[in-house]
Nanobody
Framework: QVQLVESGGGLVQAGDSLRLSCVAS????????TGWFRQSPGKEREVVAA????????YVADSVKGRFSISRDNTKNTVYLQMSSLKPEDTAVYYC????????????????????WGRGTLVTVSS
């Protein structure tokens, strides 16, 4: 019943910008903590950014701080990841997730506190 569907991935050049979208159904995003994670071959999943229910508390990983931001449109029940100044190191499958609105959820690097996950969207950044 719950679905999180990511979109917006693709092949871009280093320095480009890209916005990923996560459309939720079966749950209301402003009732959960939601986040973006990524995973590249041979590496563990890592959090990129997360936002709490209130929308006023966000977390952005050091590796993308200043370049990525997370936002939410409650009307569209959609969570966004705005990416700029993309680097080849950003190449990964990006996943959207939702979980209980707790501080522990937000700071979970691997996303193990999240209950729902999308299938992911691939972002490839060329040199």
């Amino acid at each position: 019943q719950v679905q999180l569907v990511e979109s917006g991935g693709g092949l871009v050049q280093a320095g480009d910008s890209l916005r990923l979208s996560c459309v939720a159904s079966g749950l209301t995003v402003n009732m959960y903590a939601t986040g973006w994670f990524r995973q590249s071959p041979g590496k563990e999943r890592e959090v990129v950014a997360a936002i709490r229910r209130s929308g006023g508390i966000t977390y952005v990983a050091d590796s993308v701080k200043g370049r990525f931001s997370i936002s939410r449109d409650n009307t569209k029940n959609t969570v966004y990841l705005q990416m700029s100044s993309l680097k080849p190191e950003d190449t990964a499958v990006y996943y959207c997730a939702a979980g209980p609105d707790r501080f522990r959820t937000v700071i979970s690097n691997r996303g193990n506190e999240y209950d729902y996950w999308g299938r992911g969207t691939l972002v490839t950044v060329s040199s």
